[in-house]
């Protein structure tokens, strides 16, 4: 157990549709990352967020958001669902904003989308 | 840009050989994180090893060992006498901490490793 939460485990819904995956990141630690792992796209890096700002964005969609509340925990929101994100989202925490820091990973949110 | 390449897609091996994954990485930055993390069938990410770009020394933890060479862009994972629990996806990811806000890490394509018993 890495200590990272995400919830639901499952999710499926329609296309055109709304949801958002919770995460919490473990105690005491301040950076919040999101990935997406899909059979085409493999495991890519989607956003960070640190302290409650944001810090880094990679291949996020603009249909995707995200924030880091006051306590720490990690929404992301994912609207006008496709098909196409259908995908297994991972959520991981750090304690450190930099590099140096190993990030722990939560254990995903599966999201089907039909 | 950073990169990381898991030629092997698939491997199976019997139980209790020895295996080795191999993972060669491109990055411009002196300063990077390798790292590599274990998917079982479950799903789960399970982290494995960290390793800075100033320590070159291999690294040995039960059956695991790590193999770090700087002069080929390398960093492979052996598995010694395999079991059937190290059955699972394996990623090697890159992490360039030289630049802030650049923490993310960047994964490889990853080796399914499948140990016949």
């Known amino acids: 157990d890495s200590g990272v939460t995400q919830t639901p485990k499952h999710l499926i819904t329609a296309t055109g549709q709304r949801v958002t995956l919770r995460c919490s990141p473990r105690?005491?630690?301040?950076?919040v990352y999101w990935y997406q792992q899909s059979l085409d796209q493999g495991l890519q890096f989607l956003i960070q967020?640190?302290?409650?700002?944001?810090?880094a964005k990679g291949n996020i969609l603009e249909r995707f958001s995200a924030q880091q509340f006051p306590d720490l925990h990690s929404e992301l929101n994912l609207s006008s669902l496709e098909l196409g994100d259908s995908a297994l989202y991972f959520c991981?925490?750090?304690?450190?904003?930099?590099?140096?820091?190993?990030?722990?990973f939560g254990p995903g949110t599966r999201l089907t989308v039909l | 840009a950073q990169k990381v390449t898991q030629a092997q897609t698939e491997i199976s091996v019997v139980e209790k050989e020895d295996v080795t994954l191999d993972c060669v990485y491109e990055?411009?930055?002196?300063?990077?994180?390798l790292f590599w993390y274990k998917q079982p069938p479950s799903g789960e990410l399970v982290f494995l090893i960290r390793?800075?770009?100033?320590?070159?020394q291999n690294e040995i933890s039960g059956r695991y060992s790590w193999n770090f060479q700087k002069s080929t862009s390398s960093f492979n994972f052996t598995i010694t006498a395999s079991q059937v629990v190290d059955s699972a996806v394996y990623f090697c990811?890159?992490?360039?901490?030289?630049?802030?806000?650049?923490?993310?890490?960047?994964f490889g394509t990853g080796t399914r490793l499948t140990i016949i018993p």
């Open positions: 967020y640190y302290n409650g700002e944001e810090r």
């Open positions: 991981a925490s750090s304690y450190e904003r930099g590099g140096t820091d190993t990030q722990y």
């Open positions: 390793r800075n770009s100033f320590d070159e």
């Open positions: 105690s005491g630690d301040l950076s």
């Open positions: 990811a890159l992490s360039e901490a030289g630049n802030f806000g650049n923490e993310k890490l960047t």
């Open positions: 990055t411009r930055d002196t300063t990077y994180y």
